[in-house]
C-alpha cells in the first residue's frame, strides 16, 4: 500500500507509524477475543474474528517491511502489541461472557453462607474434607461471570479469610441460578455461533 506523500518527514515518522500503532491495537485487540470465544466454545464465530485479525496484521507488517529503516515503526508495532492485549482483556472483562465455578475453602462455620446461596437461589455443592491445618468444608457454585464481583462481596463479607478459586466453565448443562440476575445463555447464539449437537 503505497501514499501519495509517503516521503514527506511527517508521515514518515509520525502518521504512519500511528497507522501501525492502530492497526497492531485493533488486531491484537481482536485476536484476543478470538482466543476468548474459542475457549468459551464459540467455534463458529472465532474464525471470522481470525480472518479479520490476519487480514490487519498483513497490512501492518506490509508496512514494516516497506519501512525497514523506519525505527518509529519498530516501536509503534511493539507499542499497538503491547496495548491491543491490555484493551482485549478489558472488553473481555466488560462482556463477562459465560459463567464460572467458585470453590471456596473455608475451616469457619459456612452455614451463613450456604444460606446465602440458597436464598439468592445460587445453586450450591458443599461437602466435609481434611486440609493441612484441620476440619475443613468445600462450597461448590457455578454463577454467571457478570455476578462474580458480587458473589466474592459476599463471600468476604461472610468470612473474609476464606480461600478460594475460580475457574472458567466452558459449558452448562442443568444447574440452579438466580432469577434476579438472568443467565447467559450460549444457546441464545447458539444457532449462529457455536457449534450445534
Not at 508495532?77 to 463477562?96: H, Q
Not at 436464598?119 to 475443613?136: D, E, K, R
Request: hydrophobic share 50%; charged share 15%; with cysteine.
Amino acid at each position: 500500500m503505497d501514499f501519495a506523500f509517503s516521503n514527506e518527514p511527517v508521515f514518515t515518522w509520525f502518521i504512519l507509524p500511528a497507522l501501525i500503532f492502530f492497526a497492531r491495537i485493533i488486531d491484537v485487540t481482536i485476536g484476543t477475543m478470538r482466543f476468548i470465544f474459542v475457549s468459551r466454545g464459540y467455534r463458529l464465530i472465532a474464525p471470522v474474528f481470525g480472518f479479520f485479525e490476519v487480514l490487519i496484521w498483513l497490512l501492518a507488517i506490509g508496512q514494516i517491511i516497506n519501512n525497514l529503516n523506519n525505527v518509529m515503526c519498530y516501536i509503534a508495532y511493539g507499542a499497538g502489541f503491547a496495548a491491543g492485549n491490555f484493551l482485549g482483556m478489558y472488553i473481555e472483562d466488560k462482556l463477562s461472557i459465560g459463567n464460572v465455578l467458585i470453590r471456596i475453602i473455608t475451616r469457619k462455620d459456612s452455614a451463613n453462607l450456604i444460606n446465602y446461596f440458597k436464598q439468592s437461589n445460587i445453586g450450591v455443592t458443599y461437602l466435609n474434607a481434611h486440609g493441612a491445618t484441620g476440619n475443613v468444608r468445600i462450597i461448590f457454585t457455578t454463577v454467571p461471570r457478570k455476578d462474580l464481583k458480587s458473589i466474592i462481596t459476599e463471600i468476604k463479607k461472610f468470612n473474609p479469610n476464606a480461600f478460594f478459586t475460580i475457574e472458567d466453565v466452558k459449558q452448562v448443562n442443568e444447574g440452579i441460578f438466580p432469577s434476579r440476575l438472568p443467565v447467559y445463555n450460549p444457546n441464545s447464539l447458539g444457532r449462529l455461533f457455536r457449534k450445534g449437537k
